[in-house]
Nanobody, 119 residues
Framework: QVQVVESGGGLVQAGGSLRLSCAAS????????MRWYRQAPGKQRELVAR???????NYGDSVKGRFTISRDNAKNTVYLQMNSLKPEDTAVYYC?????????????WGQGTQVTVSS
């Protein structure tokens, strides 16, 4: 079994910052890419940021220059530092991890954490 749990969401004013965390635990051998997605009401889920096990990153166009993804491989944890937040960043943020497991390898998703940015 592998569990993925996000934390750090909340309500913040426009221009503010939040830091999301996502921890994977369980029968993990290694984790390849870890990603953050978001889904706003009435919109499709979109990729926010991605980081490989080696630390290579890429970002969605709407968050470049404002968000930073990082990871701690020893803790199987990925972070998303979100600065200069805008109301359009309001969404449920999901973490996904590509896990090599002793049980069942594949993509594991968290339940999501709500981020609300007020204007």
């Amino acid at each position: 079994q592998v569990q993925v749990v996000e934390s750090g969401g909340g309500l913040v004013q426009a221009g503010g910052s939040l830091r999301l965390s996502c921890a994977a635990s369980g029968s993990i051998i290694s984790i390849n890419a870890m990603r953050w997605y978001r889904q706003a009401p009435g919109k499709q889920r979109e990729l926010v940021a991605r980081i490989t096990s080696g630390g290579s990153t890429n970002y969605g166009d709407s968050v470049k220059g404002r968000f930073t993804i990082s990871r701690d491989n020893a803790k199987n944890t990925v972070y998303l530092q979100m600065n200069s937040l805008k109301p359009e960043d309001t969404a449920v943020y999901y973490c996904a991890a590509a896990v090599l497991s002793t049980m069942a390898s594949g993509d594991y998703w968290g339940q999501g954490t709500q981020v609300t940015v007020s204007s």
